[in-house]
């Protein structure tokens, strides 16, 4: 059953901490999303990959957040120092070219 | 662009039919529609291509006019399952596969 995997499900941290979080991309998908969703702001694209080259991260706050693709099967979104407005929940999904995207179940970031 | 969608939110009862709109300012590659229930991931419903042309999943059909870039998705006969906030999904001819979304549309299905 191909489905997009994300770690971890849940992350509380403290403000000023480094946050990583990691997406593996269903095989044989080669386009990458992030997408962060809040009650205010609904799903925001942050940032997204083809053949793991960054084509758009226009919606993503420069100074602090970082998204990379190492390879195919990994996906890494990082946040340093993090802060409580960065409280959401970060989904990652994955398609085939122009296709459909699968989500997966996302990471809960908590900031305190 | 963030297309927009309307209604805002939506109540039915079981077995009354809803439609969904959504519009984009962009010129557009395609269309997809996803649901997301509360605490979990949006699921794919299905995409649009090509204007004009209608797709279907279950009792959920959709339609694309290419020209005026608005896409309507169709629920006929809604069960509770059905519940859940609808997001449209656009990619715009210029933009090679950026997918952006409506800020959603509330469906709450009650017996």
């Known amino acids: 059953d191909a489905r997009v995997t994300q770690t971890p499900r849940h992350k509380v941290t403290e403000m000023g901490q480094e946050v990583t979080m990691r997406c593996q991309p269903i095989l044989g998908h080669n386009t990458v999303f992030w997408y962060r969703q809040t009650m205010m702001q609904g799903l925001e694209l942050l940032a997204y990959?083809?053949?793991?080259?960054?084509?758009?991260d226009s919606g993503m706050p420069k100074d602090r957040f970082s998204a990379e693709m190492p390879d195919a099967t990994l996906a890494t979104l990082k946040i340093q120092p993090s802060e409580p407005r960065d409280s959401a929940v970060y989904f990652c999904?994955?398609?085939?070219?122009?296709?459909?995207?699968?989500f997966g179940q996302g990471t809960r970031l908590t900031v305190v | 662009q963030q297309p927009v969608q309307s209604p805002q939110a939506v109540i039915l009862r079981e077995g009354e039919d809803a439609v969904i709109n959504c519009s984009s300012s962009?010129?557009?590659?395609?269309v997809h529609w996803y649901r997301q229930k509360h605490g979990e991931a949006p699921v794919f419903l299905m995409i649009?291509?090509?204007?004009?042309e209608q797709k279907g999943h279950e009792k959920i059909s959709a339609s694309f006019n290419e020209k005026k870039q608005q896409s309507s998705l169709y629920l006929t006969a809604s069960q509770l399952s059905y519940s859940g906030t609808y997001f449209c999904?656009?990619?715009?001819?210029?933009?090679?596969?950026?997918?952006?979304f409506g800020d959603g549309t509330t469906l709450t299905v009650k017996p």
């Open positions: 999904a994955s398609a085939r070219g122009r296709t459909e995207a699968f």
């Open positions: 962009k010129a557009l590659y395609s």
């Open positions: 990959f083809r053949n793991r080259a960054p084509l758009d």
């Open positions: 999904g656009t990619d715009e001819n210029t933009n090679a596969g950026k997918s952006t």
């Open positions: 649009l291509l090509k204007g004009g």
